[in-house]
């Protein structure tokens, strides 16, 4: 493999710091897309060995790619983009990054572009130290849009866009401002070091999303998130593409939306936790100038205890009953009482001015988990459902649901809920998100309505990157009509709110959304692994050049709980890279979270996937397959020195638990990160000496193994399949 065939990974400054803007205070190669791996299952499992063998040869072009980029010439094209364009062509040639760099619009002089242009020259500044202007002068970058008159992001607009970047300037058509946004995404990502220069590679793009649909759902309502929050994770949202932002406003343990009609819900439904609705606009006004629409959710009937905290006689308990905030998570019994016309004379009120704050066309109901539990100890509700021969809980709902579509689109929204309120007489413009399975949304496509999915993109559940990556919002084998796969939308990522605050929440959904929203964007046939994660770390960088708190929150807290002490910050940051959070019912199980639960253990500083998940992986396939006697010793040298990093961590860790409680409480964990590092060890040491087949020592060490697999202390080792690896090695 020669330096001109490589396209590797792209350099990045770690000190890249991008603040928000004042709103936030013809040698031609066509470049293929890596070849697709057996990504999708009806099972849903991940790929699993081929994969591996497949990160193998990424490391191997990782260390290629480092000899590439020494060359102080070379201006190879170096694929980090993420997500995937549609088509791309690379060409032997580059334009410099200059102080000169101008970009013109033509005739289109909406705002919001113009202020795309400004955030894209700031960008470009703070990765170049280039001082860029958007004054006068010749223009490199040509922006032509067709339509140039739209004020907000509305869905199934055209999101498309070219991009050709030549020697002497680049040219970006869009059909719409917001493709042209993200045209200068990708512009952006393509920008590359070579020596003491910034270029832009030669390349013709032409690009388009798969999915018109492509949210992330956060939760303030469990856990109340700041407004700063909110717009740092809008950032994130654009730098990857994803064009909705579901806001889960409403919850048991908390109302958060400032309501002047009924003031009494965010008033005493809050704990003094809500958006002004000042605030709200101020939101809407971050997203839109970002391309992205802003869907709140109201969730109902059931999740509706805060609403009956200041109304309760919108309950379907008797009359006179009083009810509190939810202190725990968990399905509640309170909800709306469906046959009181009193009821729809409240909601047609309050949407009626929720309605006139969001600009977006759909308003999201929820509809899921109401276990039925009070309109069954309502002898009224009983005696309604019998007159009007309604049979179960689920039909009551139903016809609840028609009730308060009709309120929705008579202020001319549509209506979206999760996939509880699929019945057969659902009208068919309401939009169907999934959280039970593919196969709920599969149906509903075949039963004529749209939907999204989401069940298999939970973030809280801790899947990997790799994983989730393999999930497909239209799964082989679902034998779909073309007219029936064009009713699945896309997808949601969803961040639930019961296990994080502002602490822990930018950890938590990135670098991992990135990779779901190629999923929502990219071909596909855009399924290779290896590839992925090599073009994830460049994506995590940018992301905290953003100023997200994903690589930045982590090692905060992780100073936090070890002191000032670097060598012993430096330890607890080793021994934090072995492990990840429990999912999320095995937390629940341990620490019974809530909405009074704080947060700054260890397991919130600790991140999903964690790199050394597959460095580790790599290092014990490289020793026990090196192919050579030389490659052998290498790997046998670099595992040695990671162990005993380990080995002496261990000790340190014990240190700083003498006086850190945090870290104290991890005793199980503790202990047997001193076990596995001496286990990697004593492998090592027989492997080398052939001294194998020691029964005895097997077994201890299966046992530890076996100890360690367990889930405790909230968090889990991610190293446990290579050092078993090791172990078996010696049992010949």
């Known amino acids: 493999m020669s330096c001109t065939q490589y396209q590797g990974s792209s350099p990045e400054r770690p000190d890249d710091v991008f603040r928000r803007d004042a709103a936030r205070k013809k040698a031609v190669t066509k470049y293929t897309q890596p070849a697709a791996a057996n990504g999708s299952s009806k099972t849903g499992k991940p790929p699993g060995i081929q994969q591996e063998k497949q ?26 983009l993420m997500p995937q364009p549609q088509h791309i062509t690379v060409a032997n040639g580059r334009l410099l990054l200059t102080d000169s760099f101008r970009i013109e619009t033509g005739a289109s002089h909406n705002p919001i572009l113009q202020r795309a242009t400004e955030r894209l020259l700031q960008r470009l500044q703070a990765k170049t130290a280039l001082q860029l202007t958007s004054g006068a002068g010749t223009p490199t970058l040509h922006i032509t849009v067709d339509d140039s008159t739209a004020t907000r992001p509305v869905f199934g607009q055209d999101e498309s866009y070219s991009l050709k970047v030549e020697a002497n300037g680049i040219q970006l058509h869009a059909k719409t401002i917001f493709g042209a946004m993200y045209g200068m995404e990708t512009l952006f990502q393509l920008l590359q070091g070579s020596g003491k220069d910034f270029f832009f590679p030669t390349a013709t793009i032409d690009d388009a999303p798969r999915f018109p649909w492509r949210g992330l759902m956060i939760d303030p309502g469990r856990h109340f998130l700041s407004v700063d929050t909110v717009l740092r994770t809008i950032d994130g949202m654009a730098a990857t593409k994803l064009n909705v932002l579901h806001w889960h406003l409403t919850e048991d343990q908390g109302f958060r939306i400032e309501s002047k009609r009924f003031p009494k819900l965010h008033q005493l439904g809050s704990n003094g936790q809500y958006y002004t609705q000042e605030q709200i606009k101020q939101v809407i006004a971050y997203a839109t100038d970002r391309g992205i629409r802003v869907l709140p959710e109201f969730d109902m009937p059931g999740h509706t205890t805060t609403w009956m905290v200041a109304y309760p006689e919108l309950g379907s308990r008797k009359s ?22 009193s009821t729809y004379k409240f909601l047609d009120a309050y ?24 309109w069954g100890a309502n002898a009224d509700i009983q005696a309604y459902m019998k007159a009007h021969n309604i049979p179960s809980a689920e039909a009551l709902q ?258 700083i638990a003498q006086h850190s409680p945090l870290v104290a409480e991890e005793q199980q964990r503790r202990q047997q990160f001193h076990q596995l590092a001496t286990m990697g060890l004593e492998a090592l040491e027989r492997l080398q000496s052939r001294r194998l087949n020691d029964t005895a020592w097997i077994a201890t060490q299966k046992q530890i193994l076996a100890e360690a697999g367990k889930h405790t202390e909230l968090v889990d080792f991610v190293i446990l399949k290579p050092m078993q690896q090791l172990v078996d090695a010696t049992q010949q």
């Open 55 to 80: 990160f193998m040869k990424f490391v191997a072009a990782s260390l290629l790619a480092i000899t590439c980029l020494a060359t102080p010439a070379q201006s190879t094209f170096i694929n980090t």
């Open 320 to 341: 006179g009953a009083t009810y509190t905030i939810a202190d725990s998570n968990g399905v509640k019994d309170p909800v709306f009482d469906p046959t009181k016309e």
């Open 351 to 374: 949407f009626a001015e929720m309605t006139a704050l969001f600009p977006d066309e759909y308003m999201h109901i929820g509809g899921d988990e109401n276990n039925g539990k009070d």
């Open 398 to 655: 139903t016809a609840f649901n028609h009730r308060l579509q009709t309120i929705v689109t008579k202020y001319h929204k549509k209506m979206v809920g999760w996939d509880e309120i699929l019945q057969p007489d659902l009208p068919p413009d309401v939009i169907i998100q999934n959280w039970h399975g593919p196969e709920f949304l599969i149906n509903a496509a075949k039963q004529g309505h749209q939907g999204f999915l989401s069940q298999p993109f939970y973030l809280d559940h801790m899947r990997s990157a790799e994983e989730v990556y393999s999930y497909d919002p239209i799964p082989a084998g679902s034998n779909l009509t073309p007219a029936q796969a064009k009713l699945v939308l896309g997808g949601e990522i969803c961040m639930w709110g019961e296990q994080v605050d502002d602490l822990a929440i930018d950890s938590r959904i990135w670098p991992r959304g990135a990779v779901i929203a190629e999923r929502f964007w990219s071909p596909a046939t855009t399924r290779d692994v290896a590839d992925m994660y090599r073009r994830l770390g460049p994506m995590q960088l940018r992301l905290d050049a953003l100023g997200l708190q994903n690589i930045s929150g982590p090692q905060r807290g992780l100073r936090q709980l070890a002191g000032p002490n670097p060598a012993e910050q430096q330890a607890l940051a080793t021994f934090d890279s072995v492990l990840q959070p429990v999912d999320f019912h095995e937390r629940y199980a341990e620490q019974h979270t809530g909405p009074s639960t704080p947060f700054g253990r260890l397991v919130d500083f600790t991140v999903p996937d964690p790199p050394m998940r597959y460095e580790f992986g790599r290092m014990v396939s490289n020793y026990l397959d090196p192919g050579t006697n030389n490659q052998r010793a290498a790997a046998y040298a670099e595992l040695k020195s990671v162990l005993q990093q380990w080995q002496s961590a261990a000790n340190t860790v014990d240190d």
